[in-house]
């Protein structure tokens, strides 16, 4: 978890000019980066406990109180070991499901501005005929099967499985027996004979009809659900019990049982849908708020994601603005950034939600790095740049166009960067939440991204360590650094 930032000098040369005051911690301008420590992360990546499962699955614990749901949650290295045997190549396969991941949130807002739905595609890999709650987040990053993970129960008695955790996405499902073609998972894939809470969904049900992709077979709802990366999950529409640890149970949820799976999914059984739509989670507890705090990538440690619970008083919250025309993504007003306590000179347009749907900036546990049009990003990054000038750069990596060799250095302390709402708040980010080692040598880029697409996202590695609760009663968005 990010803990309290300490500023200080290290590089005399680059301080003077950027340093506000020691005392004004949260009117900082600059702010330390720990490389020693980061380093030294990616390395013990690799040595990790390989009975992490094990643990997590034995130490899984619910709150006992019934007036909210809350259930761990974890980083993906929990829950897989990486087929990787160094850093490099690990963030090489992260930033390449990265880019399909953003080209597919991007695909799907387009889709629903031309006013097309996916029922009018033909779907390319199989067909329909073809066969107050808490809990504790994972990151899932290693594998390429989403990026945090809960473990939850499925059925009664409750089968526990490892869920990933979407806000881009409002279909939940899991994968289930017979499989006609199922991916491998941690657990024993879901037995519905087995469940006495299973019911399959008719087809004149509201669930059946509010899917983008069904069918009816024997008046049963079938579903399918596609990604932009090519992966699917196919089957019946049915609903279930969801138990989250040990703090309670909700019925009736509806829930994919896939028998037909195909994908980045290595690991978990199936997928817990976050968004906005009303087949999402949330949207079907008819909860007033959620939140999670998103642990760190290369972490085995573990945090919560949590409904109905209190908003901690030192938040900082933003707007959250919703889409017409696309109801899964959550929006966040934000209207500029700044550099080291200089405000950046962007056109508002770059960030602004359009009438027509198009545009804006949306707040997404599944994207990594975190995209911006390509001239706001070009702005951002040449303030960066300009107040790194004394650390030495090397050669761009992947998507990242701003990197650095710091192999000699402890720490550094470098300018820091903000995001502006609409309210007039602020929220400022730690560095290790901007420049991020993409090796085990010392190489650190700015993780941000340019995109030349309409829609801008605040990806999870900004999000690390902070609490982000979605006030969907309030239509706020709230920010709580070190809340883990």
């Known amino acids: 978890?990010?803990?309290?930032?300490?500023?200080?000098?290290?590089?005399?040369?680059?301080?003077?000019?950027?340093?506000?005051?020691?005392?004004?911690?949260?009117?900082?301008?600059?702010?330390?980066?720990?490389?020693?420590?980061?380093?030294?992360?990616?390395?013990?990546?690799?040595?990790?406990?390989?009975?992490?499962?094990?643990?997590?699955?034995?130490?899984?614990?619910?709150?006992?109180?019934s007036t909210r749901l809350s259930v761990q949650l974890h980083s993906r290295s929990v829950l897989h070991k990486s087929q990787h045997n160094n850093y490099s190549s690990l963030t090489l396969a992260r930033l390449e499901r990265d880019s399909a991941r953003a080209k597919s949130l991007q695909s799907r807002l387009?889709?629903?501005?031309?006013?097309?739905?996916?029922?009018?595609?033909?779907?390319?890999?199989?067909?329909?005929?073809?066969?107050?709650?808490?809990?504790?987040?994972?990151?899932?990053?290693?594998?390429?099967?989403?990026?945090?993970?809960?473990?939850?129960?499925?059925?009664?008695?409750?089968?526990e499985s490892y869920?990933?955790?979407?806000?881009?996405?409002?279909?939940?499902?899991?994968?289930?027996?017979?499989?006609?073609?199922?991916?491998?998972?941690?657990?024993?894939?879901?037995?519905?004979?087995?469940?006495?809470?299973?019911?399959?969904?008719?087809?004149?049900?509201?669930?059946?009809?509010?899917?983008?992709?069904?069918?009816?077979?024997?008046?049963?709802?079938?579903?399918?659900?596609?990604?932009?990366?090519?992966?699917?999950?196919?089957?019946?529409?049915?609903?279930?019990?969801?138990?989250?640890?040990?703090?309670?149970?909700?019925?009736?949820?509806?829930?994919?049982?896939?028998?037909?799976?195909?994908?980045?999914?290595?690991?978990?059984?199936?997928?817990?849908?976050l968004g906005g739509g009303p087949l999402s989670f949330p949207s079907q507890i008819n909860t007033s708020s959620f939140s999670y705090c998103l642990v760190d990538r290369d972490s085995d440690s573990a945090s919560t994601l949590e409904f109905d619970s209190a908003a901690p008083s030192d938040a900082v919250t933003a707007p959250l603005l919703r889409n017409s025309k696309l109801d899964t993504f959550y929006y966040l007003d934000l209207t500029g950034l700044s550099v080291a306590g200089e405000s950046l000179s962007i056109s508002s347009s770059a960030f602004q939600l359009n009438e027509n749907g198009d545009g804006g900036v949306i707040v997404d546990s599944g994207t990594a790095v975190t995209r911006l049009q390509t001239e706001a990003y070009n702005t951002l990054r040449d303030a960066f740049v300009q107040g790194t000038r004394n650390l030495p750069s090397t050669n761009g990596v992947a998507l990242f166009d701003t990197c650095y060799d710091l192999s000699s250095m402890k720490s550094v302390e470098v300018p820091t960067v903000s995001f502006h709402f609409s309210?007039?708040?602020?929220?400022?980010?730690?560095?290790?939440?901007?420049?991020?080692?993409?090796?085990?040598?010392?190489?650190?880029?700015?993780?941000?991204?340019?995109?030349?697409?309409?829609?801008?996202?605040?990806?999870?590695?900004?999000?690390?360590?902070?609490?982000?609760?979605?006030?969907?009663?309030?239509?706020?968005?709230?920010?709580?650094?070190?809340?883990?």
């Open 163 to 273: 869920m990933v955790l979407d806000t881009g996405s409002d279909v939940n499902w899991v994968q289930c027996a017979p499989c006609a073609d199922c991916y491998q998972q941690a657990d024993p894939i879901f037995e519905p004979a087995s469940s006495s809470s299973y019911s399959p969904l008719s087809c004149d049900t509201r669930q059946c009809k509010s899917l983008d992709v069904s069918e009816c077979r024997n008046d049963t709802c079938l579903y399918e659900v596609s990604y932009g990366d090519g992966s699917y999950t196919v089957g019946d529409f049915v609903t279930e019990t969801i138990t989250f640890g040990r703090s309670a149970s909700v019925h009736s949820i509806a829930i994919g049982c896939g028998h037909n799976n195909e994908g980045l999914f290595v690991g978990a059984a199936g997928l817990m849908g």
């Open 423 to 484: 309210n007039g708040k602020a929220l400022s980010l730690p560095a290790k939440n901007y420049l991020i080692p993409v090796d085990s040598s010392g190489t650190f880029c700015f993780a941000f991204a340019p995109t030349s697409s309409s829609l801008s996202i605040i990806g999870n590695v900004q999000q690390q360590g902070t609490r982000v609760r979605f006030d969907l009663a309030k239509s706020l968005i709230g920010f709580s650094p070190n809340k883990c």
């Open 110 to 159: 387009d889709l629903a501005i031309s006013g097309i739905s996916k029922s009018d595609l033909k779907p390319i890999d199989t067909e329909l005929e073809a066969e107050k709650l808490e809990g504790t987040v994972i990151s899932g990053t290693s594998q390429g099967s989403g990026e945090y993970f809960s473990r939850v129960g499925i059925g009664r008695p409750p089968t």
């Open 1 to 65: 978890m990010a803990g309290r930032i300490l500023i200080f000098c290290i590089l005399p040369l680059l301080c003077s000019p950027l340093v506000l005051s020691r005392t004004l911690l949260s009117h900082s301008k600059t702010t330390v980066l720990d490389v020693s420590a980061s380093i030294q992360k990616t390395l013990d990546f690799f040595s990790a406990d390989s009975d992490s499962v094990q643990k997590w699955s034995h130490s899984q614990r619910g709150s006992s109180s």
